[in-house]
C-alpha cells in the first residue's frame, strides 16, 4: 500500500468507494438510506479547494486502484463554517473500501494524517463518526477517545459520535 495526494481525477472513484461504505453500514444499522454518489464527489471536490486542506487516497500494492482515503482541515466552531479553532484540527474523512477492510489501511491512514496534523502544529484533533459503527473500535484502538457530543448524521438518519485526541509531539 501507498498513500498519495488526492487529486480532482481521483474523486470520481473515491466518491464510488465512500458509498460503498455508506451501503455497508446496512449490515449493523439496518435499512437505512444511502446518500447519492453525487454526494460524494460533491463533498470531496469541495475538500480539493477548500484553504488547508489535507486529502490523500491509498493505493493498493498494483498502485492503480484506490482502496482508501482521508482528509482533515482545522476544525470549525460550526459543522462547514464559522470561525477557525485554533490549535484544532478536524479529520472529516476516513473511508476504506469494504473489500479492503482489515488490512490496516484504514489504521495507516490514521496515523498519516495525524502525522500531518502534528507537521502543521495542531494540538488536538477531533472526528464525528456513526455512533455504533466498526469504525469506533479502530478510532478507540488508535487512541481517540469519545466525547459526550452526539448529533445525527440527517442524510442517513444516524446518530453521530465525537471523538478528541491530544497530538503530542514525538520527544
Do not use: N
Not at 7 to 20: I, K
Not at 77 to 85: F, I, L, Q
Not at 96 to 104: N, Q
Not at 143 to 161: K, N, Q, S
Amino acid at each position: 500500500m501507498r498513500v498519495r495526494e488526492l487529486t480532482r481525477a481521483d474523486v470520481p472513484a473515491v466518491a464510488e468507494l465512500c458509498h460503498r461504505c455508506d451501503a455497508s453500514h446496512r449490515a449493523w444499522a439496518g435499512d437505512v438510506p444511502v446518500p447519492p454518489v453525487a454526494a460524494a464527489e460533491l463533498e470531496w471536490h469541495t475538500r480539493l479547494v477548500r484553504r488547508g486542506c489535507w486529502a490523500v487516497v491509498a493505493l493498493d500494492d498494483d498502485g492503480a486502484t484506490i482502496t482508501g482515503a482521508a482528509s482533515f482541515a482545522a476544525a470549525r466552531e460550526g459543522r462547514d463554517s464559522g470561525a477557525v479553532m485554533p490549535g484544532l484540527a478536524h479529520l472529516s474523512a476516513l473511508f476504506v473500501d469494504p473489500p479492503h477492510w482489515r488490512r490496516g489501511i484504514g489504521r495507516a491512514l490514521l496515523a498519516a494524517a495525524e502525522d500531518a496534523m502534528r507537521e502543521q502544529r495542531y494540538e488536538r484533533a477531533r472526528l464525528v463518526t456513526l455512533e455504533g459503527s466498526p469504525a469506533e473500535r479502530l478510532y478507540a484502538a488508535c487512541g481517540w477517545e469519545r466525547t459526550h457530543v452526539r448529533d445525527v448524521f440527517a442524510p442517513m438518519g444516524l446518530p453521530t459520535i465525537q471523538y478528541v485526541k491530544a497530538l503530542s509531539r514525538p520527544a
